[in-house]
Structure formats: structure tokens, C-alpha cells
């Protein structure tokens, strides 16, 4: 009796689901239709909205925040403030300011039997978001696929429920005061049932996008049905040469390091060329400001031990490498020449962001050509790896992969293209 209990809700829970499913994909029809200027009005309206319900989107964050323990390395990533929130809405604003990417002529020609033909930019249609903490991707992805013409369906996690439930309230509250179908864009439940949904609405869903861990990307890419786009961790390597400046180099590394440590850009592995070791006892007091874990390979640690805190400094292990720490946590590897540091990055990098600390210009076009990755550093900070620093507006995710989208996402990578064909009673022998 339990059983048949247990299996009458589950399949009325899918048929819910289902119906929410096709409810999106209905909706993403009318996006069509919409016109660019009532798209902008609704962003600048939400804008304005989240910037009025901060009290109430700050209440909700508290409620998620306490169900997780500080010291977690997605706390910071699940936090809002005040001040994030008034940046999130210049996001949005920004997003209103960017052309249009929808119905762009790609190409067009004529052929010889009359036929005209045009290759324009449209909508990918229904997008599914699976993701992690980070309540701000509620509104980043929202403002993007609206602009872009694209309904939403939204997978968050139960660790930012609360956050994210207030955020879609929001976006609906905005969307019906412009008489607009609410169904733009839903919320599934965080329970785990619904993600598996997601992966499997093939006639529903065009594609699916996972921002998280990377078991969380792994587990989409190996369940989905729905086609992927990956945006992978960010286990991210900074190189400094033997040309390399020391004082330009130190506040690039400090920065990429200790900016924002729950960030996929955040710097995780320093490759040091063996000839500049002894710098490193340059930058140690400004890492161990900002309480920096190191983690050091042998001839590293023999240097960092001079001058680095005996509580903060540690010994590398294989562990320690190729790993996306999103934490105070920094490992440190020594290289003898240029082409070890290129092995090193290749076998650990999750090809998401590279960088090189060098004066040597050869060197510098040597690395930018060698690194496999979305986004390639010279000289800057990786944490620069990111839609609003492109001057995308806000963005999707960091695509890792090399078909149709790589590095940050926003509105040209969130449309697909259609040949319209335009003729005069030609037909075909």
C-alpha cells in the first residue's frame, strides 16, 4: 500500500513537472514577438524592483545562509549584501544598454536560380540553468536570456532556496505588471528528482548549462539527455618566469589569489621558474596579510620557510594540484624551464583560465599561442574572467568547452542561427 502510495505521488510530481515544462516552452514562442524596446523596459524595471526589495531578498539569504556552515567554501558564494545587490542591478541596467543579438544578417546571397538567401541570428529557445548557491545567477541569467529571447527554466540548489524563490517572485511580480507570461521563466524544486527532469526534457528544453562544482557538471554531462553546454571549474595557474617583474608580479598573484576566493577565476596553483625562488619571500608577507594557506613543493617550502608562517605553511602533496580550492588555499609548483611549466598546466589545468607573469615578449607570445584554455593572461590578473569585465553586460557561465561558446557567456552565445529562404515560384528538377 505504501508502495502504491509512494508511486502515485512520484508520478503526479513528474506530471507537474511536465506540465511546468511545457508551460516554458509556450511561453518561449510569444519571446518572439516581444520588441526590443518592451524587453529593455522590463529589465529596467526589475532593476529597479530588486534594488526596492533588497530588505526582503537580504531576509530570505539569512534564512539559506543559516543552514550552512560559514566556514564552507560556497558561504561566500551563496552570500548577499546590499552592495552586491545594487551591483547586480547595474548588471542589469548594463545588459539593457548592449544591441540586440536577434535577428542579425550573419550572411546572405543570392543564387543563380533567383533564390535569396539570409543566415539571421535567432533565440536558442528554452534554456535550463542547473546551479549552485550563487543567488546572483537568478537575476544574471534572467536579464541575459530575456534579452536574448530565450525562456528559462531555473534548477538551484536547496542551499539558496529561499534566495531564489524571493529572486523569481521578484522577476514574475515584473513580468505581470508588463503583461507578460510569468512562464518566461520558472523555478523547479531543489529537490534532486527535478534535476533529473531537467536532464531528460528533450521536447521541452534546447539545452542545458550546469554553473557549480565539477561533480555537479560531471553528474549533468553524464545524465543529460538534453544537449550541454559545460561550464567547468576553475582549477586556474598563474606562471611567473624568470623575466618576469617582481613587483608587478606579486600584486597580480596577490589579487588573483585573495580578490574573491569562492570565485572560479581565483587563482589556485603559482608556478614558479626555480631561478626566482627567492622572491617568494617577497611575496609571502602579503599573502600571510591576507592569511593565505600555502601549500609548497620541497625546493618551494625550503624557500617560503624563512619567512612564511609556520601555521600557514604546508607541504605539498599530489593532492594539492589540479584541484579548484575556492578557499584562502594556494599551492605552489617550481619549474626548471618554460616548457615544465606549459607540462604542469596542461596536466592539471580545467582549461577555464592561464596566465603568465613575464617581461620576455617571446615567452609572453609563446604562452599566449600554448595554453589550451577559454581566457589566456598576460601580465593581469585571471580574476578578470568575467562577462561584466568584457563588457558582456552580465554573463551565463564560463564556457570550457570549444563547441559553439568558450570563455564567458552572454547574449551571442545564448542564440543559435536559421536560413530564410525567399523566392518567386522556383522549384526544383
Excluded at 545587490?85 to 539593457?96: F, P, Q, R, Y
Excluded at 624568470?242 to 596553483?269: H, M, P, Y
Excluded at 620557510?305 to 601555521?311: E, R
Aim: net charge negative; charged share 25%.
Amino acid at each position: 500500500m505504501i508502495t502504491s502510495i509512494c508511486s502515485r505521488t512520484n508520478n503526479l510530481y513528474n506530471m507537474d513537472l511536465q506540465n511546468l515544462f511545457k508551460n516554458v516552452r509556450a511561453a518561449s514562442r510569444k519571446l518572439n514577438l516581444i520588441t526590443e524596446e518592451k524587453i529593455n523596459t522590463v529589465l529596467e524595471q526589475l532593476a529597479a524592483k530588486a534594488l526596492e526589495k533588497t530588505p526582503a531578498i537580504l531576509q530570505a539569504n539569512q534564512l539559506d545562509l543559516g543552514r550552512m556552515d560559514a566556514n564552507d567554501p560556497k558561504h561566500d558564494r551563496l552570500k548577499l549584501t546590499t552592495e552586491r545587490i545594487n551591483g547586480i542591478a547595474s548588471d542589469i541596467l548594463n545588459v539593457i544598454k548592449l544591441p540586440s543579438p536577434l535577428n542579425r544578417v550573419l550572411s546572405e546571397k543570392s543564387l543563380d536560380n533567383g533564390l535569396q538567401l539570409k543566415k539571421v541570428s535567432v533565440p536558442l529557445g528554452v534554456i535550463g540553468i542547473i546551479y549552485e548557491s550563487r543567488p546572483n545567477v537568478t537575476f544574471d541569467v534572467f536579464s541575459l536570456c530575456l534579452k536574448s529571447g530565450n525562456a528559462l527554466v531555473l534548477k538551484g540548489g536547496s542551499d539558496a532556496k529561499d534566495s531564489n524563490k524571493v529572486i523569481v517572485d521578484i522577476i514574475h511580480e515584473v513580468l505581470d505588471q508588463n503583461d507578460l507570461d510569468k512562464n518566461i521563466v520558472q523555478l523547479l524544486p531543489p529537490e534532486r528528482e527535478a534535476t533529473h527532469a531537467l536532464l531528460n526534457a528533450v521536447d521541452y528544453v534546447d539545452i542545458i548549462i550546469p554553473r557549480g562544482s565539477q561533480n555537479l557538471i560531471n553528474y549533468v554531462r553524464e545524465n543529460a539527455k538534453v544537449p550541454v553546454i559545460e561550464t567547468g571549474a576553475g582549477i586556474v595557474h598563474t606562471y611567473f618566469d624568470q623575466s618576469a617583474d617582481l613587483k608587478k608580479g606579486t600584486e597580480i598573484v596577490v589579487n588573483a589569489k585573495t580578490r574573491r576566493v569562492s570565485v572560479c577565476n581565483a587563482l589556485d596553483c603559482l608556478i614558479m621558474h626555480r631561478s626566482r625562488l627567492e622572491d617568494l619571500n617577497y611575496m609571502a608577507p602579503l599573502l600571510a596579510e591576507k592569511d593565505v594557506e600555502v601549500y609548497a613543493d620541497e625546493q618551494a617550502y625550503e624557500i617560503l620557510k624563512q619567512s612564511y608562517p609556520a601555521g600557514k605553511l604546508f607541504r605539498a602533496t599530489d593532492e594539492h594540484f589540479g584541484i579548484e580550492f575556492l578557499s584562502l588555499k594556494l599551492s605552489v609548483k617550481t619549474v626548471a624551464n618554460f616548457e615544465d611549466a606549459l607540462d604542469h598546466i596542461a596536466k592539471y589545468s580545467s582549461r577555464h583560465s592561464e596566465a603568465i607573469i613575464a617581461e620576455d615578449e617571446k615567452t609572453v607570445d609563446m604562452f599566449l599561442k600554448a595554453v589550451d584554455a577559454a581566457a589566456v593572461y598576460a601580465n593581469t590578473s585571471t580574476a578578470f574572467t568575467d562577462g561584466a569585465q568584457f563588457g558582456l553586460g552580465a554573463e551565463i557561465g564560463i564556457s570550457t568547452q570549444k563547441l559553439h561558446a568558450r570563455g564567458p557567456m552572454a547574449l551571442e552565445e545564448l542564440t543559435s542561427y536559421k536560413w530564410i529562404i525567399k523566392g518567386n515560384g522556383q522549384v526544383r528538377s
